[in-house]
């Protein structure tokens, strides 16, 4: 299937949006549809997907796919299935204008269209590691915040955990199914005979539910190791024919992750302490992973998200998909990384699980004030922030009362300061606590890291009236992780595997930008603010219906006057 732009973008003489009445167009124009092909459909770049596509340009053409991405847009903002948006192309005119496809005789779209070009996705991220959906997504971003007149100097910063739709299964349950998936695929293949007697208990159901269900508690953990043996020993007689099968893999995938094999062959249970949150959570979703967060366990991904802001609105801008073992310190990195050096300061509101020293200082060599509403671990005393320290010269010049210290010696290995104060000033000191003093028998002395004072002079800014005000700026972000759970149901998406759920997770971030557009150019406000754009895109509307009639009529007149 060869690449080729959409060239029905206009809407053209014999259009049957023209053979509407007035009041439909009028009806039409007004709706979320008339917007979304105003204003998102135009924004979608067809060129990102070419090489989706075959180069020949003798081949059958491909579906418009500035059509494919909006529908699948719209079918996030409206909440449909692939069967219910297809009904809704091919019978209601509204979703036809939104995606500019009234000029078509035959709606360019089959119960096949989405699925056939998620999967094109899948396979060149799977093949190049290219994420073009996502490339898009970003892209149509930055147009709605330039439309909507968004400054691009304030962001805030928030994630979310999403689930994997797969059933949450004990280690038992996990070694068992990788057991039984590959004597299946064994059976299937006409190869049973190669299973022992004790292995071809795993074809079935009987044993399944014996093994797994009705064992009393204190025979769990005999079974959990006899089903390591099992697996074990499946996996040294299928090695030769099996080797390459997903089946195999998993199998063997489980085995070092939960089986502990000694020096003489024998097998045995990991204690369940040694077992990483990155071990195989389910067969049918083998990218998930485990994560304990705010003394809740969760098992799947997580979603990182970066909202421009000002008092004109909000747009995801940048975002993030990884398993859920990744950090937010991870993904702060990764975002300040993807921003670059900043002609004019931006500044990145964020809670305490973004920050840390390097990240702040990776950011600020970026011109990015990275701003967190708290800090990580203990707080120190903000009297340390006073002190100064020149750190070309290795040397503490003052301590908080502004003394000066009588010796510093300066621990390169740990980065640290030791300073030697006079006793008679330490002693008197009301700071005296705070600094930690340990009295010697000459010298008051005291131990301070630039981290340590960096992280004090922190912790001051956050008191003051211009941070508490960014803070509550970034309080509105939370409400993301809740819309993408309760509309979107984000935790709920019937696809599993870490590509496909990014996929999906990636249109409901790009459905929540067009839906903010769509509420603010159908808000009152909009119109009165652009009634003097809008007048003009209805005069030129009209005009240009006054040019073809013109047309028309001067082509019959012609006819007639040959005809004659």
């Known amino acids: 299937m060869g690449f080729s732009a959409n060239k029905h973008q206009q809407v053209n003489l014999d259009d049957n949006f023209n053979t509407l009445s007035d009041i439909t167009k009028k009806f039409i124009l007004n709706s979320w549809a008339g917007r ?47 069967d219910e948006l297809l009904l809704n192309i ?50 149509i971003a930055d147009k ?6 968004i400054s691009p100097s304030l962001k805030r910063m928030d994630s979310i955990m999403v689930a994997s739709s797969c059933k949450k299964m004990s280690r038992l349950e996990i070694v068992y199914t990788c057991i039984s998936n590959l004597s299946r695929r064994i059976q299937a293949d006409g190869m049973e005979k190669i299973l022992t007697p004790r292995l071809s ?81 389910n067969p049918s979703d083998p990218d998930a992973t485990f994560r304990r967060k705010a003394g809740e366990s969760h098992k799947g ?64 060599e970026k011109n990015i004030h990275l701003v967190t509403t708290t800090l990580l671990g203990k707080d120190p005393s903000v009297v340390l922030g006073d002190f100064v320290i020149d750190e070309n010269e290795h040397e503490v010049r003052y301590c908080p009362e502004w003394r000066v210290p009588v010796k510093t010696s300066y621990n390169e290995k740990q980065d640290s300061y030791r300073v030697l104060f006079l006793k008679e000033h330490c002693d008197t000191c009301k700071n005296r606590k705070a600094c930690k003093v340990k009295n010697q028998k000459k010298y008051a002395m005291v131990t301070i890291t630039p981290k340590t004072v960096a992280r004090a002079q922190y912790l001051k800014k956050l008191s003051t009236e211009e941070y508490k005000e960014l803070t509550r700026k970034r309080n509105a972000v939370e409400g993301i992780p809740s819309v993408l759970r309760r509309r979107y149901q984000v935790d709920k998406m019937p696809v599993r595997g870490f590509l496909r759920s990014k996929m999906w997770f990636t249109l409901k971030i790009g459905a929540i ?52």
């Not at 089959?110 to 799977?126: G, N, P």
């Not at 909009?526 to 009529?553: C, E, G, R």
Request: glycine letters at 4%.
């Open 36 to 82: 979304f092909a105003d204003n998102i459909f135009p924004a979608i770049n067809e060129e990102r997907f070419a090489k989706l596509y075959s180069k020949n340009s003798f081949s059958r053409p491909n579906t418009p796919v500035n059509i494919v991405v909006a529908a699948l847009l719209l079918k996030e903002v409206l909440r449909l299935t692939d």
């Open 90 to 139: 091919l019978t209601d005119v509204k979703y036809q204008y939104a995606l500019h496809t009234t000029s078509f005789k035959d709606q360019p779209v089959s119960d096949r269209t989405l699925s056939r070009f998620r999967k094109r996705l899948y396979d060149h991220e799977i093949e190049t590691g290219e994420d073009l959906l996502k490339d898009e997504m970003i892209a």
């Open 144 to 149: 709605m915040v330039a439309f909507m007149k």
């Open 201 to 281: 208990l795993y074809l079935q159901d009987e044993h399944k539910n014996n093994t797994l269900y009705r064992s009393k508690t204190e025979d769990l953990e005999l079974n959990l190791e006899k089903a390591i043996e099992d697996a074990a020993s499946l996996a040294r007689i299928s090695a030769v024919a099996y080797k390459e099968t997903d089946e195999y893999k998993m199998l063997t995938r489980v085995l070092r992750e939960q089986a502990q094999f000694d020096k003489d062959g024998s097998v045995k249970p990991k204690d369940k302490k040694e077992i990483g949150t990155d071990s195989l959570q």
């Open 301 to 364: 991904y997580v979603g990182n998200l970066v909202e421009t802001m000002d008092e004109n609105g909000a747009i995801i801008t940048q975002f993030g998909y990884e398993q859920n073992i990744h950090s937010d310190s991870a993904f702060c990195k990764e975002v300040v990384d993807e921003l670059g050096m900043q002609e004019e300061t931006v500044t990145i509101i964020t809670d305490g699980a973004y920050g840390g020293e390097e990240n702040i200082r990776n950011a600020r």
């Open 513 to 564: 930008n067009v839906k903010r557009v769509l509420a603010k150019v159908l808000s009152p406000s909009f119109f009165s603010i652009q009634n003097d754009f809008s007048k003009s895109l209805t005069m030129k509307f009209h005009i240009f219906k006054a040019l073809l009639y013109y047309m028309w009529v001067e082509n019959s007149l012609n006819q007639s006057i040959y005809a004659d």
